[in-house]
C-alpha cells in the first residue's frame, strides 16, 4: 500500500509592499523619515501595490471616523483618492527618483549674484499632513568651476524636495544642499515665505500668519554686503 501524500502545505501570503520596502531600506541602514526620498528602494510593481494598501488601510480609517461609504455617493471612492493623492502627487517626492538635471560648465566665467524666484512651492505640515504654500527664492554667487542648470530645473528640484512631508525649516535646508551639491557656487542663499494650514485651518486659526526663514552658505554667510544686496532685491511683496 503507497505511503500516505504529506498535507499540501499552503501558499505563504506575499508580505505587504510596505514592509517588504522597509526590510531593503533597514537591510541598508538607510533614514526614512517623513521627509527622505526612498525611490532607490523600490522595485517595478511597489508604487501599485502600495496604492491597494494605502486604499485599504484608509477604509479603514474612514470606518474608524464612522463614515458610511456604502451609502455615501461622495465618499464611496475616497479612499482610492486619497491613496493616489498622496503617492503619486503630494508626496511624490518621496516615492520617484531626483529629476535629470542637465549640467553646463560655466564658460563665460560667471561671478555676479543670480536669483531666480519667486517659485511656488507646495507641501505638506509632517506633524498634521495640513498643506504648506508658498514661495521660494535662490540666490547663487558662480564661480569659473562652478556647474550652470537651466532655470527650469530649480523649480523642478525643489518641487522634488518639498513635495515630501515637511517642515518649513528642515525643508529649505535640503534644497539648499541639493543646489549646492549640484552647482558648487561661491555662495548659496534660499529664502521662503509659507502659509501654514495647521495654523490656518486648525489650533489657533490664524490665517494672517505667515512663516519666512532663511538658509546662507558661503560668501552669502561670510559677506554682509553681498546678503544685503540679495535680500534688497527680493520681492516679498503678496
Known amino acids: 500500500m503507497p505511503a500516505p501524500k504529506p498535507p499540501a502545505r499552503a501558499a505563504k501570503t506575499p508580505a505587504p509592499a510596505s514592509e517588504r520596502i522597509r526590510a531593503r531600506i533597514e537591510r541598508a541602514r538607510k533614514r526614512f523619515h517623513a521627509n527622505d526620498s526612498i525611490a532607490e528602494f523600490l522595485e517595478p510593481g511597489d508604487l501599485e501595490a502600495l496604492l491597494d494598501e494605502v486604499e485599504e488601510k484608509f477604509k479603514g480609517v474612514l470606518e474608524s471616523l464612522v ?3 456604502a451609502s455615501d455617493h461622495n465618499t464611496q471612492d475616497t479612499a482610492r483618492r486619497v491613496a ?3 503617492l503619486t502627487e503630494v508626496f511624490r517626492g518621496r516615492y520617484v527618483a531626483q529629476p535629470v538635471v542637465t549640467e553646463f560648465p560655466n564658460v563665460e566665467s560667471l ?3 543670480m536669483i531666480v524666484g519667486p517659485i511656488t512651492v507646495r ?3 509632517s506633524h498634521h499632513f495640513c498643506p504648506i504654500l508658498g514661495r521660494l527664492w535662490i540666490g547663487l554667487m558662480p564661480n569659473e568651476h562652478s556647474n550652470l542648470i537651466g532655470l527650469s530645473k530649480y523649480s523642478r528640484l525643489a518641487e522634488w524636495i518639498m513635495s515630501r512631508p515637511q517642515i ?3 525643508a529649505i535646508t535640503q534644497v539648499a544642499e541639493l543646489l549646492n551639491d549640484k552647482v558648487r557656487p561661491d555662495g548659496l ?4 515665505e509659507a502659509d501654514h494650514f495647521c495654523m490656518h485651518w486648525r ?3 490664524d490665517n494672517q500668519t505667515k512663516m519666512i526663514n532663511s538658509v546662507m552658505r558661503g560668501s ?3 559677506d554682509h554686503t553681498l546678503r544685503r544686496e540679495f535680500l534688497s532685491l527680493l520681492n516679498l511683496r503678496p
Not at 189 to 192: D, G, K
Open 168 to 170: 518649513q525649516e528642515e
Open 123 to 125: 507641501s505638506a505640515c
Open 67 to 69: 463614515i458610511d461609504t
Open 111 to 113: 561671478n555676479e549674484l
Open 84 to 86: 493616489k493623492m498622496y
Open 220 to 222: 552669502f554667510l561670510k
Open 203 to 205: 489650533g489657533v486659526k
Open 189 to 192: 542663499a534660499v529664502v521662503m
